[in-house]
């Protein structure tokens, strides 16, 4: 078993405020010891937040990332930063969700990127947004996200 390359990141280890947006926030990147072989890293952020960018009120969603790496991966902690960064951030659901997805695959260039965002009602209504980079490559196991759609109290 390899250890990773951790030098030159600047969050890990250091006490780091919350990053001020989302376009503030520096995610980080570290080499992946397995590159060459296929295989799907997951996160999972059950409780996301961002606000209304029309009342201010707040938005939750429970967000799940999946993607199979090529020669990086993210590192965790900046990604916490990076997505505590929308809590006091106001944009519509679409345009968090896909935002997240497109500054991962900025970062990493992974193989592959699948993101479900799944929100809770606004309005009465629920708003689930899916975005991914293309077809998986063949072979990997890529688990359902798990997430039901909302029901309410139906």
Known sequence: MSMTDVSGLSQLGQKVDAPASPEAAVMEKVPNSNAGTDYVVRFTAPEFTSLCPMTGQPDFAHIVI?????????????????????????????????????????????????????????????????????????????????????????
């Open 66 to 154: 999946d993607y199979i790496p090529d020669a990086f991966l993210v590192e965790s902690k900046s990604l916490k930063l990076f997505l505590q960064s929308f809590r006091n951030h106001g944009a519509f659901h679409e345009d968090c969700s896909v935002y997240i997805a497109r500054r991962i695959v900025e970062l990493l260039d992974p193989k592959w990127l699948r993101i479900g965002a799944y929100w809770y009602p606004r309005g009465g209504i629920p708003i689930d947004v899916f975005y991914q980079t293309g077809t998986a490559p063949e072979g990997v196991w890529l688990p359902e996200q798990g997430v039901p759609t909302y029901r309410g109290r139906g």
